[in-house]
Nanobody, 124 residues
Framework: QVQLVESGGGLVQPGGPLTPSCAAS????????MGWFRQAPGKEREFVGS????????TYVDSVKGRFTIPRDNAKKSVFLQMNSLKPEDTAVYYC?????????????????WGQGTQDTVSS
């Protein structure tokens, strides 16, 4: 069973950066694809981005392309969500999730374990 713990959320002004992180324990992290999702108040949880096990291939929802990237450090069993040029509409609880295969996905149901979430707020 893989367990995930997020950290690094917070409050940032519009246009600023924020980089939440996600640390994994259990399982074989280097063989798992990872994903980031977010849920804004009153809305359903939505896909943000995903990275394959090797850390070479990524995919993102259109609304964050060019602003967000997902690096991972397999040696430290960690994945990050580098967010730049943040907008108020990016405000949400952000969740990391693990998919126990090597291939990334954008579907919520393809992911097997979830972190507790971290609140990221973009406001002046």
């Amino acid at each position: 069973q893989v367990q995930l713990v997020e950290s690094g959320g917070g409050l940032v002004q519009p246009g600023g950066p924020l980089t939440p992180s996600c640390a994994a324990s259990g399982g074989t992290f280097s063989t798992y694809a990872m994903g980031w999702f977010r849920q804004a108040p009153g809305k359903e949880r939505e896909f943000v981005g995903s990275i394959n096990a090797g850390g070479i291939i990524t995919t993102y929802v259109d609304s964050v392309k060019g602003r967000f990237t997902i690096p991972r450090d397999n040696a430290k069993k960690s994945v990050f969500l580098q967010m730049n040029s943040l907008k108020p509409e990016d405000t949400a609880v952000y969740y990391c999730a693990v998919r126990t295969t090597t291939y990334m996905s954008s579907r919520l149901t393809d992911f097997h374990s979830w972190g507790q979430g971290t609140q990221d707020t973009v406001s002046s």
